[in-house]
């Protein structure tokens, strides 16, 4: 995209069933309406599944440095990250950051995702822990800010370092 290209963005909204159709209307006041499927309940199952890659990752991938830094490996995997997993690495370095933020908030939605897991057969646990590590990253008093009031300059190592003495 040209850097002075004004990047457009709408709130999402995404709308399932019989009658999902109709909220097709809110695209004329600005809404980015995505009707998903003909099944009450599809909109939701999409949501799901979208929290569950997003903030299940997010999750998975703070236990891991808080482990490694318990081990006294964080450097060690940093440098491995670097060399092997580059893109994610930095994917992460920005927006892991921000996360104890919305901690306490994600332990409901992970709760949520586990149920909806298990309704379809699946195995709840994976999401009864994510829900459990934003359990633990809410205890910190990373958690205490808020988005805006965070510090910014704070690093991902920097916070790792909190949550491994929490």
Not at 16 to 37: Q, T
Not at 139 to 147: G, Y
Request: proline residues 2%; hydrophobic residues 40%.
């Amino acid at each position: 995209m040209d850097l002075l290209q004004e990047k457009k963005t709408s709130t999402r909204f995404y709308a399932s069933g019989k009658e999902a159709s109709k909220f097709e209307v809110l695209k004329n006041y600005g809404l980015d309406i995505r009707i998903v499927g003909p099944e009450i309940g599809q909109a939701s199952g999409l949501k799901m599944c979208y929290a569950a890659l997003t903030k299940g990752t997010a999750a998975l991938s703070t236990e891991l440095l808080v482990a490694a830094s318990k081990m006294g490996l964080i450097k060690s995997l940093i440098e491995e990250f670097k060399l092997s997993q580059a893109q994610s690495y930095n994917a992460l370095k920005h927006s892991l950051p921000s996360m104890p933020t919305k901690a306490n908030r994600w332990v409901g939605e992970m709760e949520e995702i586990a149920k909806s897991f298990e309704d379809v057969g699946l195995t709840p646990k994976i999401f009864q822990g994510a829900a459990e590590l934003y359990k633990f990253v809410g205890k910190s008093f990373l958690a205490d800010e808020t988005f805006e009031s965070r510090d910014k300059n704070r690093t991902l190592t920097e916070m790792i370092d909190i949550l491994k003495d929490t």
